[in-house]
C-alpha cells in the first residue's frame, strides 16, 4: 500500500555538513520541486568537528552536477550543535550513518520525530561512508544516496 508523504520538512545530517548531507539536501530539494511538493529540505553536520561557515566540497557539487542538480555556490555548513532551530523544525531526520542517528539522539530530544539513516528509509541496513576527496567515491556515494532516497521515497505517493 502507498501512502501519502506524512512529512512537511526534512533535515539531512552527517558529520561537517560539507558533502554528503549536501548532496543529499541537494537530490531532496530537486525531486520535490520537480513533483510540485512543497517539501523544506536542510540539512547540517553533527560531528565534534563540524563549524558553521565551511564551503562545500567542490567535488561533491560536481558529481551532482552530472546528474543535472546544482548546489548552491553560496551555502556554507552548518553545526547543528548551535543550531537547535533545524532539529526543532524538522519532521524527519535523515542520517547518513548509525553514528549520525545515534549523536542526535544523544544530544536533542526527539521524541517526537522520525529520525532513520538513509539507508533505513529505503528499508536497508547500514551506513553510507565518507567518499574523502576521491572523485569515484564521490560518484559512488552520490549514486548511494540518490538509490536509498528513490526507494524509500517510492513509498509513497506524490
Known amino acids: 500500500m502507498i501512502n501519502k508523504f506524512p512529512y512537511h520538512s526534512i533535515l539531512v545530517v552527517c558529520s561537517v555538513n560539507t558533502a554528503r548531507s ?6 531532496l530539494r530537486d525531486f520535490f520541486k520537480k513533483m510540485n511538493f512543497e517539501i523544506k529540505v536542510n540539512s547540517g553536520g553533527i560531528a565534534p568537528n563540524a ?3 565551511m ?8 558529481v551532482m552536477e552530472e546528474v543535472g542538480i546544482k548546489l548552491s555556490d553560496s551555502a556554507l555548513s552548518i553545526d547543528l550543535k548551535r543550531h537547535h532551530e533545524y532539529i526543532k523544525d524538522a ?3 535523515l542520517t547518513l550513518t548509525n553514528k549520525h542517528k545515534e549523536d542526535i539522539q544523544n544530544i536533542f530530544d526527539i521524541n517526537s520525530k522520525d529520525i ?10 547500514g551506513d553510507i561512508d565518507d567518499p574523502s576527496m576521491n572523485d569515484e567515491l564521490f560518484r559512488t556515494v552520490r549514486d548511494e544516496i540518490i538509490n536509498n532516497l528513490m526507494k524509500g521515497l517510492n513509498k509513497y505517493e506524490f
Open 22 to 27: 549536501r548532496m543529499a539536501e541537494g537530490f
Open 55 to 62: 564551503t562545500i566540497s567542490m567535488d561533491a557539487k560536481l
Open 116 to 125: 532513520l539513516t538513509i539507508k533505513e528509509f529505503a528499508e536497508e541496513k
Open 51 to 53: 563549524r558553521d561557515g
Open 91 to 93: 519532521d524527519l531526520i
